[in-house]
């Protein structure tokens, strides 16, 4: 994580500096600040780069955890099956066949919609404000302890 002498927005800062959430979710999808959809979103694969390069976004501290492999499946799931059914009742091919065919079809479009589905998942929690801490949490740790009824 990069350290820069300027202070880093709050969440409803970055959350009000966001387009439509169909604009920000398309440029999250495609790889780009959800914010200004100049600078990359991504710094690998599927690892968030620390900030946008062009509007100086924090980007690195969200995490979007199981989300963007749940709504992976999701689509592609809902894509997939209907038609390993529509082949199943059609032709009743051998289940070799099935196998040889459907599981590598689901690895190959998983690893292609889990990046832009990350990217659209990080948009929508940038949205939310859920921008992540540096102590890695999405929701700030508060500093003292609460009050409890008979504290004085
Ligand atoms: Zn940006």
Same mark, same amino acid.
């Given at each position: 994580?990069?350290?820069?002498?300027?202070?880093?927005?709050?969440?409803?800062?970055? @959350? @009000?500096?966001?387009?439509?959430?169909?604009? @920000?979710?398309?440029?999250?999808?495609?790889?780009?600040?959800?914010?200004?959809?100049?600078? /990359?979103?991504?710094?690998? !694969?599927?690892?968030?780069?620390?900030?946008?390069?062009?509007?100086?976004?924090?980007?690195?501290?969200?995490?979007?955890?199981?989300?963007?492999? !749940?709504?992976?499946?999701?689509?592609?799931?809902?894509?997939?099956?209907?038609?390993?059914?529509?082949?199943? /009742?059609?032709? !009743?091919? &051998?289940?070799?066949?099935?196998? @040889?065919?459907?599981? &590598?079809?689901?690895?190959?479009?998983?690893?292609?919609?889990?990046?832009?589905? /990350?990217?659209?998942?990080?948009?929508?929690?940038?949205?939310?404000?859920?921008?992540?801490?540096?102590?890695?949490?999405?929701?700030?740790? &508060?500093?003292?302890?609460?009050?409890?009824?008979?504290?004085?």
């Amino acid at each position: 994580m990069s350290r820069n002498a300027q202070p880093q927005p709050s969440p409803s800062e970055v @959350a @009000a500096s966001l387009p439509p959430i169909g604009t @920000a979710l398309a440029r999250g999808a495609m790889g780009r600040c959800p914010c200004c959809g100049q600078g /990359k979103l991504f710094n690998g !694969y599927l690892r968030l780069a620390d900030e946008c390069s062009h509007c100086h976004t924090p980007l690195g501290r969200i995490r979007a955890d199981d989300a963007p492999p !749940y709504f992976t499946i999701l689509i592609v799931g809902h894509v997939l099956v209907p038609l390993v059914f529509l082949v199943e /009742k059609a032709w !009743y091919p &051998p289940m070799w066949l099935h196998m @040889a065919v459907w599981l &590598p079809l689901f690895a190959i479009l998983s690893a292609a919609f889990l990046r832009p589905t /990350k990217g659209a998942t990080v948009a929508w929690m940038m949205r939310l404000g859920l921008i992540g801490t540096e102590h890695g949490a999405q929701i700030p740790v &508060p500093t003292a302890r609460p009050v409890a009824p008979g504290d004085a």
